[in-house]
């Protein structure tokens, strides 16, 4: 077997998340990092994506679920992004950040899950 993490760090992107009503106004500035504990039944395999997690699809899908609707909050989105991620079953691990960095002047605020298959 053969594991190897793959990652989609810093994806900024406008969206519309938060609770209070200047969030509520207007979409905001966040970026997402997903990391991707994968299995493969083993290494090396053949040089083409269908053989790997496709980190492409996992962008696209990100980016049409933060258009869908408002979140109120960043830990249902984390949540969100992770249940995307295990869809597939190669993932067997998936740790998800997400980060507003526009709502203080001073500082970011962000959430970070971890989820595992069942089983792992």
Not at 18 to 25: L, Q, S
Not at 45 to 51: G, K, L, S, V
Not at 107 to 112: I, R, S
Request: charged letters at 30%; aromatic letters at 8%; one cysteine or more.
């Amino acid at each position: 077997m053969a594991e190897f993490t793959t990652r989609l760090e810093g994806l900024s992107l406008p969206m519309r998340i938060g609770i209070h009503p200047a969030e509520r106004a207007a979409p905001q500035r966040v970026i997402v990092s997903v990391w991707l504990d994968c299995r493969y039944p083993s290494a090396p395999f053949p040089d083409e994506i269908d053989a790997v997690v496709d980190y492409d699809f996992l962008r696209r899908e990100i980016m049409a679920l933060a258009d869908s609707r408002h979140f109120n909050l960043q830990e249902t989105f984390c949540e969100a992004i992770a249940a995307i991620a295990l869809a597939d079953d190669r993932v067997w691990r998936v740790r998800v950040s997400s980060l507003k960095p526009d709502i203080y002047p001073d500082a970011a605020v962000g959430c970070d899950i971890v989820r595992e298959r069942a089983g792992g």
